[in-house]
């Protein structure tokens, strides 16, 4: 089945991902650790695609990263 996006972007959190991350002064690698922790395996490298819109996320990659970076899912999704 082919995919259908209204852009080129993979997803529309990546953005808010990586402010929030540097906001928390985290690196990649660190917030990759601590998804980790909550049995959620991401990598540096996914971490990266995933601020740069090139890679889809799950809604348990959303989940643990709002939870990790303290933001809420309204921040994540821009509607706040």
Do not use: H, P, W
Not at 11 to 19: D, L, T
Request: some cysteine; charged content about 30%; glycine content about 6%.
């Amino acid at each position: 089945m082919k995919r259908i996006l209204d852009s080129e972007k993979s997803n529309i959190i990546g953005s808010r991902v990586k402010e929030a991350r540097i906001k928390a002064g985290l690196s990649q690698k660190q917030l990759s650790e601590r998804l980790e922790l909550l049995a959620v395996y991401t990598c540096r490298g996914s971490v990266s695609r995933i601020e740069n819109g090139q890679r889809a996320i799950t809604d348990i990659e959303i989940d643990a990263i709002s939870k990790v970076l303290n933001v809420s899912l309204d921040y994540l999704f821009g509607r706040e």
